[in-house]
Nanobody, 125 residues
Framework: QVQLVESGGGLVQAGDSLRLSCAASGRTFARYTVGWFRQAPGKEREFVAAIRSTGHTYYADSVKGRFHISKDNAKTTVFLQMNSLKPDDTAVYYC???????????????????WGQGTQVTVSS
C-alpha cells in the first residue's frame, strides 16, 4: 500500500511561512489523490488542500491565496507551502492519500484510506 510521513512543522510568528512535506512510499503513488487536513484542539478535522493525479488542485476558502500544494518531479513527495500564516492556522497537519476518491468527496477526511502521523504547526501572535 502507501506509507506517508509528514515533516516541516514548527513554531513561527504570524506572517511567517512554512513548507510541509509529505513523503510517500509505495508504487503507483503518482495516481493517488493527496490531501492536507488539519485539526486544532477542540475542533473537527478540516480540509485544507488537495492535489489530484492530474495535477489539479483544490483549496479551502480559509487558505486560498496563502497556501499552495504541489508535487515534486518524481511525484513521491507532496508539499504544502504556507505563507502569511495566522494564529488560526495553528493545528496538527496531516497528509492523506486515496487511490480512487471521487471529486465530490475530496474535501471529506473519512474518504481517505492512508494517513500520515501528523506534524504540529503553531503560529504565535
Amino acid at each position: 500500500q502507501v506509507q506517508l510521513v509528514e515533516s516541516g512543522g514548527g513554531l513561527v510568528q504570524a506572517g511567517d511561512s512554512l513548507r510541509l512535506s509529505c513523503a510517500a512510499s509505495g508504487r503507483t503513488f503518482a495516481r493517488y489523490t493527496v490531501g492536507w487536513f488539519r485539526q486544532a484542539p477542540g475542533k473537527e478535522r478540516e480540509f485544507v488542500a488537495a492535489i489530484r493525479s492530474t495535477g489539479h488542485t483544490y483549496y479551502a476558502d480559509s487558505v486560498k491565496g496563502r497556501f499552495h500544494i504541489s508535487k515534486d518531479n518524481a511525484k513521491t513527495t507532496v508539499f504544502l507551502q504556507m505563507n502569511s500564516l495566522k494564529p488560526d492556522d495553528t493545528a496538527v497537519y496531516y497528509c492523506a492519500a486515496d487511490s480512487g476518491i471521487i471529486l465530490s468527496s475530496i474535501r471529506f477526511h473519512s474518504n481517505y484510506d492512508h494517513w500520515g502521523q501528523g506534524t504540529q504547526v503553531t503560529v504565535s501572535s
